[in-house]
Nanobody
Framework: QVQLVESGGGLVQAGGSLRLSCAAS????????MGWYRQAPGKQRELVAS???????NYADSVKGRFTISRDNAKNTVYLQMNTLKPEDTAVYYC?????????????WGQGTQVTVSS
């Protein structure tokens, strides 16, 4: 089992910044990729950004140029720097990690952290 613990959410005004962190622990083999998803009220969970163990990143179009995902492989931690936040970024943000062991891959999720952007 892998445990993911998120931190860094909160309330911020439009145009502001927040940094989310997600630390993985437990039976870790190869966390690839790690990423962030979000779910707004009444909407489906959507991918925000992901990053491979080699540093290849992928972003949703809605956050490109504003959000930056990074990771510290030695600490099994992934970060999401969110700048120029908009009210439509308001959601619960979930950390995700895919743990790969030989031919098996299991997905793990954090408990979620609330991000609220006021206009």
């Amino acid at each position: 089992q892998v445990q993911l613990v998120e931190s860094g959410g909160g309330l911020v005004q439009a145009g502001g910044s927040l940094r989310l962190s997600c630390a993985a622990s437990g039976s870790i083999d190869n966390l690839n990729p790690m990423g962030w998803y979000r779910q707004a009220p009444g909407k489906q969970r959507e991918l925000v950004a992901s990053i491979t163990s080699g540093g290849i990143t992928n972003y949703a179009d809605s956050v490109k140029g504003r959000f930056t995902i990074s990771r510290d492989n030695a600490k099994n931690t992934v970060y999401l720097q969110m700048n120029t936040l908009k009210p439509e970024d308001t959601a619960v943000y979930y950390c995700n990690a895919r743990n790969r062991r030989l031919w098996v891959a299991d997905d793990y999720w954090g408990q979620g952290t609330q991000v609220t952007v006021s206009s």
